[in-house]
């Protein structure tokens, strides 16, 4: 029995798209409790500024100068008002340190998420706050954030 070309192409197609969707091995929905959180954080502040020409032109330069400060985030003197505003360039990842009770064996587990200084949870997550997870239906260890 000869297949078509359209048949051929949508198995092909349908196991490629769920790979990529994340949808290969689905979990079962779970509340953590972020026990405690690692933040490193490298703060860079640019400021611009106008400079003469030193060859004499009348013409105005660009000048750029960075302000780089790095080491645990809360150390940091303005983290409190970058969690805020945002205002500045951040590099920088938070280890958060999770326990949650797994449905597959009624037993509670530890692990950790990673996020870095694109991510909401790099400057929302605290100590105490529960998120949601998806535990991979195999194996209790292994989660991912919903």
């Known amino acids: 029995?000869?297949?078509?070309?359209?048949?051929?192409?949508?198995?092909?197609?349908?196991?490629?798209?769920?790979?990529?969707?994340?949808?290969?091995?689905?979990?079962?929905?779970?509340?953590?409790?972020?026990?405690?959180?690692?933040?490193?954080?490298?703060?860079?502040?640019?400021?611009?500024?106008?400079?003469?020409?030193?060859?004499?032109n009348v013409v105005k330069l660009q000048g750029q100068e960075m302000n780089i400060k790095t080491g645990e985030c809360k150390s940091v003197d303005e983290w409190a008002d970058l969690r805020k505003k945002r205002s500045k360039d951040v590099k920088g990842t938070a280890t958060v340190h999770i326990d949650y009770l797994a449905p597959q064996d009624g037993a509670t587990h530890s692990a950790t998420l990673t996020f870095t200084g694109r991510d909401d949870e790099f400057y929302a997550l605290n100590a105490g706050d529960n998120i949601d997870i998806v535990i991979a239906k195999d194996d209790p260890a292994r989660i991912r954030k919903a």
Do not use: Y
Request: contains cysteine; positive net charge; charged residues 20%.
């Open 1 to 56: 029995m000869p297949f078509s070309v359209r048949q051929i192409a949508s198995l092909s197609i349908l196991p490629a798209c769920a790979l990529i969707a994340g949808c290969g091995v689905p979990g079962l929905p779970a509340k953590a409790t972020v026990t405690m959180i690692d933040r490193k954080c490298e703060i860079i502040e640019t400021i611009k500024t106008e400079v003469k020409d030193p060859r004499g």
